[in-house]
């Protein structure tokens, strides 16, 4: 099964762009990587996903190396709204995603 | 769109006892997944539905079953509740045919005690 490595903790400061890393070396060629979010007892909200390319939308970017193990979501400018765990995902098959711990993003004032 | 609607969002259960938690997928979604989480175990897939048949199942006991009706609603039950069935249970909904993006309701808050 792929799986996904992520730092438990980062902290940014508001305004400034807040980089997430994730691992995922054993990921097949067709599987995607999705990005969710989750603030505190709510349920996880979707981000972003992609396969090979680099990809943009109004929350976040997206890069994803040339080999594919690893990626970087960008949240541009990080808000106190931003606080939250932030999943890196990979489909283990059909709907059944894998979470890992992902990584608790505290953004400073 | 209206978005994923769980019910009932907060519930209390005896040992013993047996619980069933509801979920309305986004309208035109097929795909319901369901999903425990806990602070010790963190997310884990349970099981998804789609086209009222169970397309994939995660690792978990009998105990934990469900289905899904012909408008895409899903119910998840739980028999014989244990104390560690104390958990946040979250469904997922998603077109099912693409790239399975996938939008969770809020989750229902079980308590066992």
């Known amino acids: 099964d792929a799986k996904t490595t992520q730092p438990p903790s980062m902290d940014c400061a508001e305004g400034r762009a807040a980089n997430l890393p994730c691992n995922h070396s054993t990921i097949s060629g067709n599987e995607y990587v999705y990005w969710y979010r989750q603030i505190h007892s709510q349920g996880p909200q979707y981000i972003i996903h992609g396969l090979k390319n680099n990809e943009t939308n109004e929350m976040a970017s997206l890069i994803i190396t040339e080999d594919r193990k690893s990626s970087t979501l960008i949240l541009p400018h990080a808000t106190l709204r931003d606080t939250a765990v932030y999943y890196c995902i990979v489909r283990v098959t059909g709907n059944q995603f894998y979470f890992g711990t992902g990584t608790s993003l505290t953004v400073i004032p | 769109k209206a978005g994923v609607t769980q019910t009932p969002r907060y519930l209390i259960k005896t040992r013993g006892q047996q619980v069933t938690l509801s979920c309305s997928p986004i309208s035109g979604h097929r795909s319901v997944s369901w999903y425990q989480q806990t602070p010790g175990q963190g997310l884990q897939f349970l099981f998804e539905?789609?086209?009222?048949?169970?397309?994939n199942k995660g690792n978990f006991p009998g105990r934990f079953s469900g289905r899904q009706f012909s408008n895409s609603r899903s119910e998840m039950n739980v028999s014989t509740l244990e104390l560690g069935d104390s958990a946040l249970y979250l469904c997922a909904s998603s077109s099912g045919v693409s790239t399975y993006e996938q939008y969770f309701g809020p989750g229902t808050r079980l308590t066992v005690t």
């Open positions: 539905y789609f086209s009222e048949t169970q397309r």
